[in-house]
């Protein structure tokens, strides 16, 4: 399946024209293909790096998170090949770091289209998804995508972010 993020009404216009998500289950997880479309050279693309790693959101980032039993899970994807996880018990309440992780994600850069691409362990439970990504362009100025955004400000951690129905 495929879906596109769009960016949240507050971001200021950037190098970006459209970012598209491939999602695929396989049994307990989900392949995730993140591909950004546009002037790809004045995105902010942290630099190599592995492991688990906090704040990644503060620049360029790929995100899902993942409704399932008792809460849901956060997933940070990095460009630099860091990845964070974290549970939360309800809209940013209980946080705190999630035993399933994803493969580290790898980048695939071009011209003009770049992609990241993953594999995530599915939480128990797993039921719906939302998808969204931080750019940060060469300029400092970040936009907010997402496949759904139900506030005034940009907010993946919103309930009804959450739109996408899992298998």
């Known amino acids: 399946?495929?879906?596109?993020?769009?960016?949240?009404?507050?971001?200021?216009p950037g190098p970006i024209e459209s970012l598209e998500v491939m999602l695929e289950p396989e049994g307990s997880q989900l392949w995730l293909r993140f591909t950004v479309d546009g002037r790809t050279e004045s995105v902010v693309?942290?630099?190599?790096?592995?492991?688990r790693a906090d704040d990644l959101w503060r620049t360029t980032c790929f995100e899902a998170f993942v409704l399932a039993d008792d809460g849901y899970v956060e997933f940070n994807l990095s460009p630099s090949g860091r990845w964070a996880s974290y549970r939360?018990?309800?809209?940013r309440r209980g946080m705190r770091h999630a035993e399933v992780t994803p493969t580290p994600p790898k980048l695939n850069a071009?011209?003009?289209r770049t992609a990241l691409e993953t594999l995530l362990t599915l939480p128990p439970g797993a039921a719906r998804l939302g998808?969204?990504?931080?750019?940060?362009?060469?300029?400092?100025?970040?936009s907010y995508w997402a496949l759904a955004h139900p506030s005034?400000?940009?907010d993946f951690h919103h309930p009804?972010?959450?739109?996408?129905e899992l298998p």
């Not at 998808?131 to 940060?136: G, H, K, R």
């Open 1 to 12: 399946m495929q879906v596109s993020l769009k960016p949240h009404p507050s971001s200021p």
């Open 45 to 51: 693309w942290p630099r190599p790096a592995e492991g």
């Open 88 to 91: 939360f018990d309800a809209p």
């Open 110 to 112: 071009g011209a003009d």
């Open 131 to 142: 998808l969204s990504a931080v750019i940060e362009a060469t300029d400092g100025t970040i």
């Open 152 to 154: 005034d400000k940009p």
């Open 160 to 164: 009804d972010s959450f739109v996408l």
